[in-house]
């Protein structure tokens, strides 16, 4: 029979702690391998390390742990639980290893091996079945329904340059217009000219610009995605939200096109009973420039507390595209030409249409990752 020899601990320093319970637990390993999974032979070992009266362990406790002065006990408490965690852990497996050695089953016996192995042979966590999230739900409603218009989908990035998000689309460096889009800027960009500077995309309307730029006309696309402003959270603003825009321009494209669009567009999203109406509004990059408003969804018109007993929601953005927008696109691309062609663009917010759709009060729920606010869409 093996017989280790506790060596001396010659210090306390961490050093001297470390090697003296390194050659302890080698000397284990080493004399478990040579029981060579034989049940009496591991039973033997066990007596011989754990066991209460004359074990290896008890003796250590005994010789080292209460003879140290005070100040390193709690370092040699620390080595010695795990000594002594290990020596458990590898008994356990040595004996259940033992057993399967036994019974003759050997097959599980890698798998059991180490403490923290996977056990093969216990039940499965079922994942649960994801579901959209209701932005995303919307989001897809909304485009799917400009895609059997014969749209096609386009995205673009959200950190932009000052250029797309602002000059292209007719903001010059200055112009009022830019205080309605409180925008959050990447910092150190001050070398840069203004036009490169890097920001969060306040609208998804510069991915018009980057699918001119791209495309000749005719074009009909709409763009989903996530946009940013610098605007303090509360019930119904987010720092982040979400837009779905829209282009189409070909030849003769008419106000009646962009009315006819997005009247069937609001009917298809919210019931046909649903009417739009049109407020003359100002963008700089649409001339002439219109709010849409759709008549309430929660009072059929009549006026209620949601629609400051108006009758009337405030929708979505659009107008008929400015010809100075086709000018900065026509660099690169010629067909862009203000006689020849026209079109409309339209922007909405998607973030509102699904609080309103689905009864949400509280646009930080959209964001909040609170399975139990989640779970109701499931
Ligand atoms: N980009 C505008 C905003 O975020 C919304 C908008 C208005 C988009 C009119 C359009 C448009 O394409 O024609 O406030």
């Not at 008994?91 to 091996?113: H, K």
């Not at 030409?337 to 922007?347: L, Y």
């Amino acid at each position: 029979m093996p017989n280790t020899e506790i060596p001396k601990l010659e210090d306390y320093s961490p050093r001297s702690l470390d090697h003296f319970f390194l050659s302890i637990k080698a000397s284990y390993d080493k004399e478990e391998a040579q029981c060579g999974g034989i049940p009496e032979k591991i039973e033997e070992l066990r007596i011989r390390w754990v066991g209460r009266k004359q074990g290896h362990l008890k003796s250590i406790v005994e010789t080292c742990l209460k003879t140290a002065p005070a100040e390193v006990k709690s370092a040699l408490g620390v080595r010695f639980n795990q000594l002594k965690v290990h020596i458990d852990q590898a008994l356990a497996m040595a004996s259940s290893d033992a057993t399967i050695l036994s019974t003759g089953y050997t097959t599980v016996r890698a798998a059991s091996r180490t403490a923290d192995s996977i056990d093969i042979t216990l039940p499965g966590i079922r994942p649960g079945l994801g579901v959209e999230h209701p932005l995303v739900r919307t989001m897809n409603e909304i485009v799917g329904i400009f895609q059997r218009m014969g749209y096609s989908v386009g995205v673009g990035p959200e950190v932009e340059t000052d250029y797309y998000n602002f000059e292209a689309l007719n903001f010059p460096p200055d112009h009022p217009a830019r205080d309605t889009q409180d925008t959050l800027v990447v910092a150190k960009q001050e070398h840069k000219s203004l036009r490169d500077r890097l920001l969060l995309r306040t609208h998804t309307s510069p991915v018009q610009i980057r699918t001119m730029e791209r495309q000749p006309p005719p074009i009909r696309i709409v763009i989903p995605g996530k946009v940013h402003r610098n605007d303090a959270a509360d019930a119904t603003h987010s720092p982040i939200f979400h837009q779905v825009e829209g282009l189409c321009v070909d030849e003769n494209i008419t106000f009646s096109d962009l009315k006819g669009t997005l009247d069937h567009a609001m009917k298809e999203l919210f019931g046909s009973s649903v009417k739009t109406r049109f407020f003359p509004s100002f963008f700089p990059f649409t001339e002439p420039s219109a709010d849409v408003q759709i008549s309430c969804i929660f009072c059929g018109g009549k006026g209620c507390r949601k629609c400051k007993h108006s009758g009337w929601i405030e929708l979505l953005g659009c107008g008929m595209v400015d010809p100075v927008v086709f000018d900065s696109v026509r660099g690169k691309q010629p067909g862009y030409d203000p006689k020849k062609i026209s079109g409309f663009a339209f922007g909405m917010g998607v973030d509102r249409i699904a609080m309103m759709k689905y009864g949400i009060s509280d646009i930080g729920l959209l964001y909040s990752g609170d399975m139990r606010f989640l779970e109701q869409f499931a």
